[in-house]
């Protein structure tokens, strides 16, 4: 859980904050905004009917050998397998993702 504290260790009241309260995005702004650019992250559709996803779509197989990594070297026991995977096929793979412009945070 993210904890904001409006408040900073005077009891003032901190500036440049911003914070979700339900579904409305509150912003304090030490400053007069006059211009505000948002994004947001859309969690993929993984429907195989539907199939929607960027990254899977453009490198797809980096979350397939990422997630076989993982269980091989974690939850099946193989580890030296795992390594393996995630010694000589996953850098390239991040490197593709690099390159075309996606970060690679998670992986």
Same mark, same amino acid.
């Given at each position: 859980?993210?904890?904001?504290? /409006? /408040?900073?260790?005077?009891?003032?009241?901190?500036?440049?904050?911003?914070?979700?309260?339900?579904?409305? *995005?509150?912003?304090?702004?030490?400053?007069?905004?006059?211009?505000? *650019?948002?994004?947001?992250?859309?969690?993929?559709?993984?429907?195989?009917?539907? /199939?929607?996803?960027?990254?899977?779509?453009?490198?797809?197989?980096?979350?397939?050998?990422?997630?076989?990594?993982?269980? *091989?070297?974690?939850?099946?026991?193989?580890?030296?397998?795992?390594?393996?995977?995630?010694?000589?096929?996953?850098?390239?793979?991040?490197?593709?993702?690099?390159?075309?412009? *996606?970060?690679?945070?998670?992986?």
């Amino acid at each position: 859980m993210i904890q904001i504290c /409006f /408040f900073d260790r005077y009891s003032l009241e901190r500036p440049d904050v911003a914070y979700l309260a339900g579904t409305t *995005l509150n912003v304090r702004s030490g400053t007069q905004i006059q211009h505000a *650019l948002a994004g947001y992250y859309r969690n993929p559709t993984i429907d195989p009917v539907i /199939f929607d996803s960027w990254i899977a779509a453009t490198v797809p197989y980096a979350i397939t050998l990422k997630a076989a990594a993982m269980l *091989l070297s974690g939850i099946i026991g193989h580890k030296d397998q795992g390594d393996d995977i995630t010694k000589n096929w996953l850098p390239e793979l991040l490197h593709q993702i690099d390159v075309i412009g *996606l970060p690679a945070q998670g992986m």
